[in-house]
């Protein structure tokens, strides 16, 4: 199976203080309100052909675990174990990130 | 602007190692200034912390860096902990060995500074006979040392007319990028304003041609960011923040650790050796009132500001001592009917 991983050209960094915000409003039950706009915050930040692209939680999440050693299968397995979300509308969302993100040649499959 | 809309730390820091010069230019910021130098194994750890804060792009600056000794070593520290650095030369000392020096440092890239296509134009605003023949020199030896260059001009008075002929000179010279920028009344820049500075409509004539100019060219790019730009009608600015990037993308660190938002606004707002960095970063009163700026003057119910957000926070300052104040540069007009016109 093709393995996926990040061009290793691109400049990229995870926003550590994003990061806890958005894990501490999606863990907290109390905070459910707020679920809507932490999912779109950035914690990933890629630089790339001097554009700077913020991917969030779950964009970032796949990111980090483009490292070539996992293919889209069981990079979706790996995903379900920390996304408590329907499989097949993760594995499909996860799939057009891919997708996307293969398009502007910052992530090979191979 | 929220602490979590923040980025967890600056990506790039602009880092004035000295304010040692061996030239003398006419916009100069730094000319003036005078602090204490660090040692070696406290810029070690300077770099230790930008690298563990996950910082991506250190740019010496200054002061002219190869006047420093230990540039070479502290380069090759930084690139070890994954930084990627470059910097910014007059040429003046980068001879074939410096070159040879920098690629073995690992510099990602060098940039040299040429204001004008014209050698006696260049000279008179560096103020250093020569010093035109050199930075080409110098542009030359990267090449031949394989390292990426890139050229900075600085636009004023004196070269808008011709700056276009700065595009021959970077292909001729083996440059990747041409990067424009504008001019800083702060320092030298702010003395001699009168005679260099372009008046705001000369600056907004500028980017309508500087736009057609870039996207004319798929040879070498052309590089120029000004807040202000959100003026120009259908202009969609692709940057990852609106306004000023200074204090939101970017700190810059004087040579004594001093922490400031930007070379051009001089306020210390930290010490990068002695204050906990986070702290500087997502607290600081100064950087707060950069981030979250009021509009005033013509800004209040300009159809732009939600874009530029008053555009340069380092001209407003200089000029004003106000962060809120519109920028000096813009031509938008005061009468806020013609504004929306």
Redesign the interface.
């Known amino acids: 199976m093709k393995k996926l991983s990040r061009n290793p050209d691109v400049?990229w960094?995870?926003?550590?203080?994003?990061e806890a915000?958005v894990r501490e409003v999606l863990e907290d039950p109390s905070r459910t309100g707020e679920d809507a706009e932490a999912v779109d915050?950035g914690t990933v930040?890629i630089?790339a052909g001097?554009?700077?692209h913020?991917l969030n939680l779950l964009g970032g999440e796949i990111w980090k675990l483009c490292d070539g050693s996992l293919d889209r299968g069981s990079l979706a397995v790996r995903l379900l174990e920390m996304f408590d979300v329907d499989a097949d509308t993760l594995k499909e969302d996860a799939n057009a990130f891919i997708d996307e993100m293969m398009e502007k040649g910052l992530i090979n499959e191979e | 602007m929220k602490n979590r809309d923040l980025l967890s730390a600056p990506v790039t820091v602009n880092w004035s190692l000295s304010y040692r010069c061996n030239f003398a230019c006419s916009h100069c910021y730094s000319r003036k200034l005078e602090t204490a130098l660090l040692p070696l194994s406290e810029i070690r750890s300077v770099v230790d912390l930008l690298a563990d804060k996950g910082v991506v792009f250190i740019n010496f600056g200054g002061g002219e860096p190869l006047l420093l000794e230990n540039l070479y070593d502290i380069t090759a520290y930084a690139v070890s902990r994954g930084l990627k650095v470059t910097m910014n030369t007059n040429g003046w000392l980068l001879d074939p060995d410096a070159a040879v020096r920098i690629a073995a440092a690992g510099f990602h890239s060098v940039g040299v500074s040429i204001d004008s296509p014209d050698p006696k134009a260049h000279d008179l605003f560096r103020n250093r006979p020569g010093s035109f023949a050199r930075a080409l020199n110098s542009l030359d030896h990267l090449r031949q040392a394989d390292v990426q260059s890139t050229v900075s001009c600085v636009i004023n008075r004196m070269n808008l007319d011709n700056w276009t002929g700065m595009v021959d000179i970077c292909r001729d010279h083996g440059a990747r990028t041409l990067y424009l920028h504008n001019y800083k009344c702060t320092g030298m820049g702010q003395v001699n304003m009168g005679h260099l500075d372009l008046t705001p409509s000369q600056w907004g004539d500028f980017y309508g041609e500087a736009l057609t100019v870039r996207d004319s060219l798929s040879d070498l790019v052309i590089s120029f960011d000004d807040p202000i730009m959100a003026a120009i009608p259908g202009y969609k600015a692709d940057g990852a923040v609106k306004g000023s990037t200074c204090g939101k993308l970017s700190l810059h660190i004087e040579p004594d650790g001093g922490i400031s938002p930007c070379g051009f606004i001089p306020v210390t707002i930290g010490n990068i050796l002695e204050d906990d960095f986070d702290r500087v970063w997502f607290d600081s009163p100064v950087l707060e009132k950069m981030r979250s700026k009021t509009p005033t003057g013509k800004c209040s119910g300009c159809d732009s500001y939600e874009d530029c957000l008053g555009g340069c926070s380092a001209r407003a300052f200089a000029m004003t001592g106000s962060f809120d104040s519109p920028d000096p540069h813009c031509w938008v007009p005061d009468d806020p009917e013609e504004c929306s016109a």
């Open positions: 400049n960094r995870v926003e550590s203080h994003r915000h915050v930040t630089l001097g554009v700077m913020q």
